[in-house]
Structures are given as structure tokens and as C-alpha cells.
């Protein structure tokens, strides 16, 4: 079953320029001017779409001097791949049956 919180995620993810943020950051902390130079998107742009990340729980955020490094919690996604797992998963079977609901 898909909660609440596996919801937010996934509402979070569903942005292409922020899955591309959790992809990039899955590789590493990245500040938000490595996130520009990676994206091309702008400054303010990327900091919305953080916030939507944080908010989620699927980034957290380290000092570091003037800058403010993003991280991924793999925590938080790891319920995620699961429930998105189970959905493919189904999808093929209900493929596969060719169940149809009339109309």
C-alpha cells in the first residue's frame, strides 16, 4: 500500500528536473552552483525545486562554510523503489491479461 509519505515522494520525483537532481545527487553532495552547472536551470529555479526535495525528505542539507551542500537520503527512497517495483509488477500482469473495464 502507498502511503502518504511514499506520496510526497513520489509527487517530488515526478518533476523531471528534480528527478535529475536526486539523480545527480545520488552520485554526490552537490551545493546549488554545482546544480546549475550540471541542470543549466537558474539559481532561484533549482532552489524552488530543493525546497520541494527537503520538504519531501528525499534531500538533507550539510553547512559548509558559505555554501549549503544537498545530500540524498536513501532512506527515504527505499520504500519508494519497493512500492514502484510492485506497480511495474503489476502493470505487467494486467498487461499481460488484457483485463479491460467496460465502459
Known amino acids: 500500500m502507498v502511503t502518504s509519505v511514499d506520496n510526497d515522494i513520489l509527487r517530488a520525483l515526478a518533476d ?3 528527478l535529475r537532481i536526486v539523480t545527480l545527487l545520488a552520485q554526490e553532495a552537490l551545493c ?3 546544480l546549475v552547472e550540471e541542470t543549466g ?3 532561484t529555479n533549482l532552489s524552488n525545486h530543493l525546497k520541494v526535495l527537503r ?14 551542500y544537498y545530500r540524498l537520503r536513501p ?13 511495474s509488477s503489476l502493470a505487467e500482469e494486467t498487461a499481460a491479461s488484457g483485463r479491460t473495464r467496460p465502459c
Open 16 to 18: 523531471p528536473l528534480r
Open 32 to 34: 546549488t552552483t554545482h
Open 41 to 43: 536551470a537558474r539559481q
Open 55 to 68: 520538504e519531501a525528505g528525499v534531500v538533507e542539507t550539510e553547512p559548509c562554510g558559505r555554501w549549503t
Open 75 to 87: 532512506e527515504a527512497l527505499s520504500g519508494t523503489a519497493g512500492e514502484l517495483a510492485r506497480l
